[in-house]
């Protein structure tokens, strides 16, 4: 009797269905689409080139798309189509196409791609890394170590005074001696350590004294840095300027003379690749000293990023032209160290063939893969004629290494086989994990055949998890995630806030930094922790501006945590950093604000605008708020069509001011925060305030799968479509339900990732 029922009832479900995919109002929904949209959206909502290109798919509401629809559609005349038609022909798209992003995915593969620029400059770098040693700082204390010794004449040390830990170098002696009990006249002090920049990109370095001194950076042989250790007697200041890559100690060694000079000081400053001249903070110093690193010093054309991550699809002279001089610029630094490299040296018999040894290990790491013996003989074998220079065949080896295709085009040894092997899991791996190759450990493992199993696998992307090129990597993904890569500091009024300054925007940019990698590396924050933030990092100059409780026994790098609470803010989105970096100069702006919460806080997708419309001041009353002109400035249906997310995510961010210190009032009157938000179900919400905002975030699935999906672009370079055994949902749903910590996710993405295709052994 139960199944008659059942059946019955699936009976009934199915003819109810036919009759309202067949009814009249449907019929007409159709016809209305065919003679008033087809010819820009294509019959089946697939796009039309030179019209609307793109698929009609989206995550508006029902009631969204119609309101839409009947404002603004057709473009030519949006009073062909209001009202009831509105309707019909909106939940025609609706039930058809719009929510159906699966009937216009074409097969997607991973595509055959370069390295890109970060890849190129961590690869290169790392090959040589596997010859001279990781520099890794394995007890990290900050500051360098300063010995100041007593001077014998100029430039010689006679007796060392004493030893101590500098947090920073910018001392003023004046005419008196470095330290109590020296010779006031004659001294020398020597710091060495290392410096560990947090993100890549250009430095500038800068020694000002009027005394002697010498500067080392990345160098532990040959000339100095910058060699000024013949005093002048007067104050000048020196610079050099070298790329270096994030999260990679440097050594570093400054040599300091005072000799009969009038007057002693010495400061050693530096200019980030966001930022001002300063005083290099003690966070960035460290007592240990590391290995040098080779890093190309050659500039690089910009990367496409039109997709929202870097890809390496651009393939020109320019391109060719720069690789080419990374190539020679590496090949050089190979020949002049090739017996430190092959580790023999000039007096040993066996000095060729184990520089001819050196060159296969250097070829089989770059070209990620064992060599055969013809590719031994080609590659390597083939250029060590008895009458050529031992360095000559070193610089031809890694020159044409560096330019081979098999370098390059990473992807090129998963796509050339068919059945995917260990090394294309390790080759992906070192990619996702470090945008790197892997390095000795891993081909050691694949050698014993002990990366072939699943449990092997994990246990090797755990060690990887744990590498400081992981967290730089993930520190580069945060930097683009939270809109700050490749962007100026905040530029913030002086005449309306003159006590915000650019040191204060760095202090704010690194205090967010700081935090996440406290955080996700340390604490192992949930997603909803990390959305939440509800600590701040801040140091005395931030305290002091936004007016929080500051201890005044401090840590050494100057930066505590504190409550985000104790200054009215609460959720990821109101660092003051963010607020800061998305305002006008003099005031707040919803607009910029709005943008960032709704596409990266509540996962919305946001269309470029079909019209730009730029804001002027000028062209509304001076007694509006902004919201009220904000409110006028996007009123049009076509405006609308975004700016109902985008206005409603900026306005509950007004009671922040441009620099996002709270406020309670705009112009004397008090602030309106109250919001009408339609969520991407349908549902018409009410916001109080940032903090109904942060909840809704909080529940929603959206943003865990924007996340998601967004690292692991920055990860694997590649589309999520293209790897059949990535589950993002599953895993989104994980993250949501805080299943996963956001490292876990990091963890997951790489194996999952890389194992693409793989067949693990039983």
Known sequence: MQFRINVALIMI????????????????????????????????????????????????????????????????????????????????????????????????KIQLARLTNRQFRQSVTDLFAQFEGQPLLATPVQGLKGKYYNAEGMNKRKKMHAEQIDPFINFNFGKKAALDGMNPKKYSVYWEGSVLPRESGWYEFYVKSPNGFELSINRSIGPPTIDEKVTAGVLREKRTKLYLLGGRPYPIRLNYFKFDDPNASIALSWKTPVGQKEIIPSEYLFTQVVPPSFVTQQKLPPDDASHGYERGIQVDSTWDESITYAAIEAAKFAGIRMFRLARTSEKDENKREKIIAFAQEFVRYAFREKLSNDEVDHYIKSKFGEDV????????????????????????????????????????????????????????????????????????????????????????????????????????????????????????????????????????????????????????????????????ENNSSGFVELNASVIGHGGLFTHPYILASHSYPEESSPIHRGVFTA?????????????????????????????????????????????????????????????????????????????????????????QDANDLLKHALRSPKPAKSFIKELFM?????????????????????????????????????????????????
């Open 13 to 108: 479900a199915s003819l109810c269905g036919a009759n309202l995919r067949g009814s009249p109002e449907s019929d007409k929904g159709k016809k209305l689409y065919a003679q008033y949209c087809a010819e820009c959206h294509g019959q089946g909502g697939e796009g039309v080139e030179n019209e609307f290109s793109k698929p009609l798919i989206g995550d508006w509401p029902i009631e969204k798309l119609t309101d839409y629809v009947g404002k603004t559609m057709p473009d030519y005349d949006p009073d062909e189509v209001t009202g009831k038609d509105a309707e019909l022909v909106s939940r025609f798209i609706y039930q058809s196409f719009y929510q159906k992003p699966e009937l216009f995915r074409k097969e997607s």
């Open 389 to 552: 220079p031992l360095h000559v065949s070193v610089e031809k080896i890694v020159l044409l290494t560096l330019k081979s295709p098999r370098f390059l085009y990473p992807e090129w040894q998963s796509l050339a086989k068919k059945k995917k092997d260990p090394f294309v899991v390790a080759s992906r791996m070192a990619l996702y994990f470090w945008d790197s190759i892997p390095d000795k450990r891993i081909h050691s493992l694949i050698d014993r055949d002990q990366l072939i199993k699943e449990w092997q696998v994990e246990d090797q992307a755990k060690v990887m998890l744990k590498d400081a090129r992981t967290k730089a990597k993930f520190n580069d993904f945060m930097m683009h995630w939270l809109d700050m890569k490749n962007k100026e500091l905040p530029t913030i009024s002086p005449k309306k806030y003159p006590k915000f300054n650019t040191g204060l925007a760095l202090d704010l940019r690194r205090s967010l930094l700081s935090w996440v990698e406290k955080s996700v590396w340390e604490k192992n924050i949930s997603w909803q922790e990390f959305l939440r933030m509800d600590h701040i990092q801040v140091n005395e100059r931030i305290a002091k501006f936004y007016e929080m409780p500051y201890p005044a």
């Open 599 to 687: 596409r990266k806080i509540l996962g919305r997708t946001l269309r470029p605008p079909t019209v730009a419309v730029s804001f002027r001041n000028t062209d509304f009353n001076p007694n509006w708020t902004m919201r009220q002109k904000v409110t006028e400035l996007t009123r049009s249906a076509n405006c609308m069509s975004c700016h109902d997310q985008i206005n409603s995510s900026g306005f509950v961010l007004e009671n922040f001011d441009a620099t996002g210190k709270i406020r309670t009032q705009i112009q004397g009157r008090p602030i309106d925060l109250k919001v009408k938000y339609l969520d991407s179900e349908g549902e018409k919400r009410e916001f």
């Open 714 to 762: 920055h990860l694997a370079k590649q589309a999520t479509p293209s790897y059949g055994d990535l589950d993002t949902d599953k895993l989104s749903k994980m993250l949501q339900d805080g299943k996963l910590s956001i490292k876990d996710l990091y963890l997951k993405l790489c194996i999952e990732g890389a194992s693409d295709g793989f067949a693990y052994a039983q």
